[in-house]
């Protein structure tokens, strides 16, 4: 069962150090056995019962089992996490939210997500085989700065070795098929990771495989290839892994975490255009595609210092550095024609998206003597990141370079009342931040216009506030405050400038998104059952959306108000070995379409997910296991759009059987296991006019998968 637990968007703003969430599991009658988890990505030492808000952890067993169904770490995400929107089931994650907005993807805090140039390949970074767990922290918060407007989900890697136990680590190796073992459609996943405590040094390395092939649907037709946005189908992914640590002695250590992430597809396949008049989706056929084929590649790195014993308090120190490339499929774009270069028509090009990024966090953490139950927690983290995008083929910057600095000091404050059975929490975050663009010239296309240069800045001081209550043993009661921000896409605004004589510093409106989660909640975790409910609203006074134009999608700035309501609960049943479970999101989503900063027209499917139910069994007998799980997204019509535009819904069905012995697990899965033909909610929902862009889901796939540990 997806655990959700409590974490406070209050107390988020402190820097990487862990919180525990508890688990109580009945282990007889008379006794409870408590688990402790830790939560990397709260950024505080804080126990669950002092922070109201909600998160949900994805163990390394779920992660592990469920990444056999397609070997992609926000997969699993989107399959276990209810208010998470049904992914794309492409490289492209374009339209993909958590509570309706965009989420901050992270590697051990580093940041993934691209916010000045969007181009939604933030969710394939790192090979799921090197992460320990995933945490997704719901709703808008200031936790690690800009981007977290839906909420964030942090990726924690394999930990380091422990001392004593010699070598340590894991073997992986699946086999997977389309339901009618169609020889172009198999799948291949292998990896290997290792580690050892030295003394002094600990060292762990790993590198990761995989290569898809031709993805089915469930009337056995080969699924369309997306060659402007990347596909995953048809691709090769490489993964490297590494991690170092040194003991500095007392409670002091310094660890260094690096990985590199590239999937290249193979280009084996070309697009035929469906028919949305037939109900006939696209599909493929064998062909070279023109150009370079889509491609992302990702370093992301990090060296952490913690000292949990300075004057009575944990110091926490983390420089982390990013650098992201993903390369897009090409045409010969209207957007991309030059006569200067080609006649008009004949011009072929493709776009990249490049960013850096380098940050530095520091925080200090401390209960406060003189003040009985108050911690007190502060820092600074600092921010740049430098982002452009390239047109490859011909060397012209689409984007000009766009240079983002912040400086962002925090405090925050917790006080526990009445024997700890109350917390009040409230702190605040001051983001200072520049954006630079030196002068550009725009494409040919938009003019072309010579745009003058300028460093628009902003200030703004970011708020949370939250009380939890532990209202009787198991029963916990909270609820919080909290903002969170992020840009509109800069890079969309710049590219698409078509009037003469601007600059950047009057034009551009670099006011942040500003989008709050106001969230109440309640829990319960005692013996065999557990459950909990919340009710969360958000709005954004001048948000960012997504609109279609002329077959490319703008950036409007438009009040936006979202609020949903979740609810889970797991059972373990008399029957021994038995748990049942379950999930529910419900999300609504409304836009201000006349600028009356009154919401009148809900949010289309480029902007919102279904409401869904998500089902499941676990049975386990000795070394047999067994997990069957649905997930219903259900149909959807959309107030003041086109009816076109509705979701029929469908609903899918996974299935494992697993075997653990001494010499490792294997495991028998299948997604999609009735073979279910259907055609994915960003098809049905967006560009609803479109034969090119009309996909069917991946049919029924069989995976056969061995590990060991060790």
């Known amino acids: 069962m997806n655990r959700f637990i409590g974490v406070s968007a209050a107390a988020l703003l402190a820097m990487s150090a862990t919180a525990t969430a508890q688990e109580n599991e009945a282990a007889t009658d008379e006794t409870k056995v408590e688990q402790t988890i830790i939560v990397t990505a709260s950024r505080t030492t804080l126990p669950p019962s002092a922070l109201p808000n909600t998160i949900q952890i994805i163990s390394d067993e779920e992660l592990s089992l469920q990444a056999q169904l397609t070997g992609s770490a926000v997969d699993v995400v989107s399959t276990l996490v209810p208010s998470f929107s049904p992914t794309r089931e492409k490289l492209s994650g374009a339209g993909e939210s958590l509570r309706g907005r965009k989420p901050l993807y992270l590697i051990d805090g580093v940041p993934q997500s691209n916010p000045l140039r969007d181009g939604s390949r933030e969710g394939h970074t790192i090979d799921p085989f090197f992460i320990d767990r995933v945490e997704v922290i719901f709703g808008s918060n200031a936790i690690q700065g800009i981007g977290a407007t839906g909420g964030v989900v942090n990726y924690v890697t394999a930990p380091a070795a422990k001392e004593g136990e010699g070598w340590t680590g894991k073997l992986m190796g699946q086999i997977s098929a389309s339901n009618d073992f169609q020889g172009d459609g198999y799948d291949y996943r292998a990896g290997a990771l290792a580690g050892r405590d030295f003394g002094l040094l600990d060292v762990t390395l790993g590198i990761a495989k995989q290569k898809r092939g031709a993805f089915y649907s469930g009337d056995g037709r080969r699924i369309g290839v997306d060659g402007a946005q990347g596909e995953l189908q048809d691709s090769e992914s490489l993964s490297f892994f590494g991690k170092a640590g040194i003991d500095l002695g007392g409670a002091r250590r310094l660890e260094l975490m690096a990985q590199h992430f590239e999937l290249e597809g193979d280009g084996d396949y070309v697009l035929v255009n469906g028919s949305r008049a037939t109900n006939t989706p696209t599909t493929t056929v064998r062909g070279q595609q023109e150009g370079i084929i889509p491609t992302n590649k990702v370093l992301t790195s990090s060296l952490t210092y913690t000292d949990q014993d300075v004057l009575g308090g944990t110091l926490t120190g983390q420089l982390f550095y990013q650098d992201f490339e993903a390369i897009y499929g090409g045409g010969s774009f209207a957007s991309f024609q030059d006569p200067r270069i080609a006649p008009v028509g004949t011009l072929f090009d493709q776009s990249a998206n490049n960013s850096e990024k380098k940050g530095l966090r520091v925080s200090y953490e401390r209960e406060m003597d003189a003040v009985p139950g108050l911690r007190v927690m502060g820092g600074l983290d600092v921010l740049n990141d430098k982002t452009y995008q390239e047109l490859v083929l011909t060397g012209r910057n689409w984007v000009p370079e766009t240079e983002f600095t912040s400086y962002a000091p925090f405090l925050?404050?917790?006080?526990?009342?009445?024997?700890?059975?109350?917390?009040?929490?409230?702190?605040?975050?001051?983001?200072?931040?520049?954006?630079?663009?030196?002068?550009?010239?725009?494409?040919?296309?938009?003019?072309?216009?010579?745009?003058?240069?300028?460093?628009?800045?902003?200030?703004?001081?970011?708020?949370?506030?939250?009380?939890?209550?532990?209202?009787?043993?198991?029963?916990?009661?909270?609820?919080?405050?909290?903002?969170?921000?992020?840009?509109?896409?800069?890079?969309?605004?710049?590219?698409?400038?078509?009037?003469?004589?601007?600059?950047?510093?009057?034009?551009?409106?670099?006011?942040?998104?500003?989008?709050?989660?106001?969230?109440?909640?309640?829990?319960?975790?005692?013996?065999?059952?557990?459950?909990?409910?919340?009710?969360?609203?958000?709005?954004?006074?001048?948000?960012?959306?997504?609109?279609?134009?002329?077959?490319?999608?703008?950036?409007?700035r438009r009040r936006t108000e979202i609020d949903g309501l979740e609810l889970s609960g797991a059972w373990d049943t008399p029957l021994d070995g038995l748990r049942l479970s379950g999930g529910y999101a419900m999300l609504n989503g409304r836009t201000d379409t006349n600028n009356d900063n009154r919401v009148d027209t809900d949010l289309d499917g480029a902007n919102i997910s279904p409401d869904r139910v998500n089902l499941a069994a676990d049975y386990s007998a000795g070394p047999y296991s067994v997990r069957v799980q649905t997930r219903s997204y259900l149909d959807r019509t959309f107030d003041g759009l086109a009816a076109n535009t509705d979701f029929d819904g469908y609903t899918l069905a996974d299935a494992f059987l697993r075997y653990s012995a001494g010499f490792g697990d294997i495991t028998l899965s299948a997604s999609n296991l009735f073979d279910k033909q259907y055609v994915t909610y960003d098809s049905q929902t967006v560009q609803p006019t479109s034969n090119t862009r009309f996909f069917a889901g991946r049919g029924r796939v069989i995976a056969l998968a061995f590990e060991k540990k060790f």
């Open 412 to 556: 925050q404050l917790n006080q526990a009342l009445w024997g700890e059975r109350i917390h009040l929490s409230a702190g605040l975050r001051h983001e200072i931040a520049k954006l630079k663009v030196n002068d550009y010239e725009t494409l040919y296309s938009y003019g072309p216009q010579q745009v003058g240069g300028g460093e628009p800045e902003f200030e703004k001081t970011l708020i949370n506030a939250g009380v939890t209550v532990e209202v009787i043993d198991g029963l916990t009661a909270y609820t919080s405050y909290a903002e969170g921000f992020t840009m509109a896409d800069v890079g969309r605004i710049l590219r698409g400038v078509e009037t003469p004589g601007q600059d950047v510093d009057t034009f551009l409106n670099v006011e942040p998104v500003i989008s709050d989660n106001t969230e109440i909640g309640l829990e319960w975790r005692r013996g065999p059952l557990s459950a909990s409910a919340a009710y969360f609203w958000s709005k954004s006074e001048l948000g960012s959306i997504l609109v279609l134009r002329n077959d490319v999608f703008e950036v409007e």
